[in-house]
């Protein structure tokens, strides 16, 4: 049973850092996908960052140069560096991931079949 528990959320200035940590527990089978999803307030649900079991990474346009998606060897953290916040940044983050994945990662949450819970960052102007 694989289990995912996001942390690191927070308020933080405009301008501002926060590194966001997901423990993987569990086995994922490879190759697989990981990614950070957000969702803000009426908002639909974005993938910001996927990394693929070669380490290879996708992110959407909003966030390329400032934030930075990472895994540990041992695959028991996800990790998503965020730098230069701002508070279009302001969401709930999710952690995912997906086993058995032969292409591309996807920045689609229906392709991921374990979630976390969230953890909430806002950004203040």
């Known amino acids: 049973q694989v289990q995912l528990v996001e942390s690191g959320g927070g308020s933080v200035q405009a301008g501002g850092s926060l590194r966001l940590s997901c423990a993987v527990s569990g086995y994922i089978v490879s190759p697989f996908c990981m990614a950070w999803f957000r969702q803000a307030p009426g908002k639909e649900r974005e993938g910001v960052a996927t990394i693929r079991s070669d380490g290879s990474t996708i992110y959407v346009d909003s966030v390329r140069g400032r934030f930075t998606i990472s895994k540990d060897n041992a695959l028991s953290a996800l990790y998503l560096q965020m730098n230069s916040l701002n508070p279009e940044d302001t969401a709930m983050y999710y952690c995912?991931?997906?086993?058995?994945?032969?292409?591309?990662?996807?920045?689609?949450?229906?392709?991921?079949?374990?979630w976390g819970q969230g953890t909430q960052v806002t950004v203040s102007s």
């Open positions: 995912a991931a997906v086993p058995r994945i032969f292409s591309t990662c996807s920045r689609d949450g229906n392709s991921y079949k374990y």
